[in-house]
């Protein structure tokens, strides 16, 4: 006679004992037909679902599940750019144009003004810089920080001879704050700050007719 056998098998982790499920332990099409023999065959098929569902509780037990840890590290993003002549003095970006190898600054203060991280980051080919805040403590801890109210962008330096005066745009020189953006995952708290500018070493005079 062919048995057919059911085996409960873990999706992960270590393997343990789990006793197999016979498929014949259920009730056949004849015992269905005669009550008694269905009321003999009932028993075994009650005990394996008991000695199923126990070994599931058992597993959940022994390795129960644990969300990732929410925030491990900071990081800011912002974009630099080159302000167009015709918008200096304003907060305008209409005509700016990215800034690669800028540089910025990210520092963070505690509640009694004193320095607790700063470090330097330079933008990439598109102005777009990636501040990674290693050593930050997060809240949780005595010594733990708040971003959102503790740490400030700030414009450092140009690589672009010809755009390379410092502008409070986005308070680029006051200090650019933190807010969140919207790709925060389990692994990174991601801030955004700016869009920051410098400004053209030269404009020429526009005419006066």
């Known amino acids: 006679m062919e048995m057919h056998v059911l085996y409960i098998y873990r999706l ?14 259920l009730p056949s099409t004849d015992a269905q037909n005669d009550p008694k023999m269905a009321g003999h065959q009932l028993i075994p098929l009650l005990v394996a679902s008991l000695l199923f569902v126990t070994q599931l509780v058992a597993l959940a037990m022994a390795h129960p599940y644990s969300a990732p840890a929410h925030g491990a590290h900071v990081a800011v993003q912002g974009v ?9 003095g304003t907060w305008s970006l209409t005509g700016a144009k990215p800034l690669p190898s800028a540089k910025v600054s990210v520092s963070c203060i505690d509640n009694k003004n004193r320095v607790r991280f700063y470090e330097s980051f330079q933008t990439d080919g598109n102005g777009y810089f990636y501040a990674l805040l290693q ?3 997060l809240k949780g801890s005595p010594a733990a920080l708040q ?15 010809k755009c390379n005066l410092l502008t409070n745009v986005n308070y680029g020189i006051a200090g ?33 007719y």
Do not use: M
Request: proline fraction near 14%.
């Open 80 to 88: 630099v750019y080159c302000q167009s002549c015709e918008r200096v």
């Open 176 to 208: 650019a704050p933190l807010r969140e953006a919207n790709e925060t995952s389990y692994e990174v708290v991601l801030y955004s700050a700016g869009p920051l500018a410098f400004r053209p070493a030269y404009c020429p005079l526009k005419p006066h």
């Open 135 to 137: 050593g930050l403590e």
């Open 147 to 161: 971003p959102l109210r503790a740490c400030k962008v700030r414009l450092v330096s140009s690589a672009d001879p």
């Open 12 to 25: 992960n982790g270590p393997s343990l004992p789990v006793r197999p499920i016979y498929l014949s332990d």
